[in-house]
C-alpha cells in the first residue's frame, strides 16, 4: 500500500524561530491530513488538503499540498512553547483508513 | 475534548493473558478505527468497523479482535499477550460524510510483562 515518509524525525528551536515538517510519497496522493500528537497526548486533526498546489492557513500554521500531489508541508512560523509536540501527516486509504508517517518531534528552547 | 472516551487509561497484562479495551464514539460517529502506537511511532491502523461490521484491516494476527456495537462503541480484544504488544492503543471515530477528519480517544496505555 501507500506510505508516507516524513523528515525530519527531529527537530529542536529556539522559540520565535520557524519549523517545517515535510511529507513525502513516491506516489500520488488523493489527499493529505495533518494532525499534531502532544507530548502524553492522543493526535489531534489539524486539516486536510485535497488540492494539487494547494495552500491552507491556520494562525502561524501554512500547510501545503505540493502541485504532483505526491508531498506536503506544514510550516510554523515564530514557534511558541505551545507547538511543541510531534507532527505527523496522514493520507487516507479505502474507507478511512490513515496511513501515518513516523512523524516528526518538535521541541522548543523558551 | 473530542469526546470520545476510552477505558482503562493503562493496564498492565503478564505474557499469554487476553485484554479487552473499550471506546465510546462521538455523538453522530458510526465509524470506528483502532491504531497502535508504539513508542516514538506513528499509529498503525488495526482495524475499522462501521454498522457493528468490520471494514478493513491492516496488517495485524487474527488474536486482535474487535466488535461494534449498536451505539457505536467498541471493543478491541487481544488474545495471547506478546511484549511486543505494549504499546498505546487509540481508537479513533469518524462519519460517514464530510472530511473523514477522524476524532482520537485519549488511548489506553498498555504494558505486557
Known amino acids: 500500500g501507500q506510505q508516507v515518509m516524513q523528515i525530519p524525525q527531529y527537530q529542536h528551536v529556539q522559540e520565535g524561530e520557524d519549523f517545517t515538517t515535510y511529507c513525502n510519497s513516491s506516489?500520488?496522493?488523493?489527499?493529505i491530513q495533518w494532525y499534531k500528537q502532544r507530548p502524553g497526548g492522543h493526535p489531534v486533526f489539524l486539516i486536510q488538503?485535497?488540492?494539487?498546489?494547494e495552500v491552507k492557513k491556520q494562525k502561524r500554521l501554512t500547510f501545503q499540498f505540493g502541485e504532483a500531489k505526491k508531498n506536503s508541508s506544514l510550516h510554523i512560523t515564530a514557534t511558541q512553547t505551545t507547538d511543541v509536540g510531534t507532527y505527523f501527516c496522514?493520507?487516507?486509504?479505502?474507507?478511512?483508513?490513515?496511513?501515518f508517517g513516523q512523524g516528526t518531534r518538535l521541541t522548543i528552547n523558551p | 475534548e473530542t469526546g470520545v472516551t476510552q477505558s482503562p487509561t493503562h493496564l498492565i497484562k503478564t505474557r499469554g493473558q487476553q485484554v479487552t479495551l473499550r471506546c465510546s464514539s462521538q455523538?453522530?460517529?458510526?465509524?470506528v478505527s483502532w491504531y497502535q502506537q508504539a513508542l516514538g511511532q506513528g499509529p498503525q491502523f488495526i482495524f475499522q468497523?462501521?454498522?457493528?461490521?468490520?471494514?478493513g484491516r491492516g496488517n495485524f494476527p487474527p488474536r486482535f479482535s474487535g466488535l461494534q456495537f449498536p451505539n457505536y462503541s467498541s471493543e478491541l480484544n487481544v488474545n495471547a499477550l506478546e511484549l511486543d504488544d505494549s504499546a498505546l492503543y487509540l481508537c479513533?471515530?469518524?462519519?460517514?460524510?464530510?472530511?473523514?477528519?477522524?476524532?482520537f480517544g485519549p488511548g489506553t496505555r498498555l504494558t505486557v510483562t
Open positions: 488538503l485535497v488540492k494539487s498546489g
Open positions: 455523538s453522530g460517529h458510526n465509524t
Open positions: 468497523y462501521y454498522r457493528e461490521e468490520e471494514n
Open positions: 479513533a471515530t469518524s462519519s460517514t460524510s464530510g472530511t473523514y477528519e477522524q476524532y
Open positions: 506516489t500520488t496522493l488523493s489527499n
Open positions: 496522514a493520507l487516507i486509504q479505502g474507507a478511512q483508513k490513515l496511513v
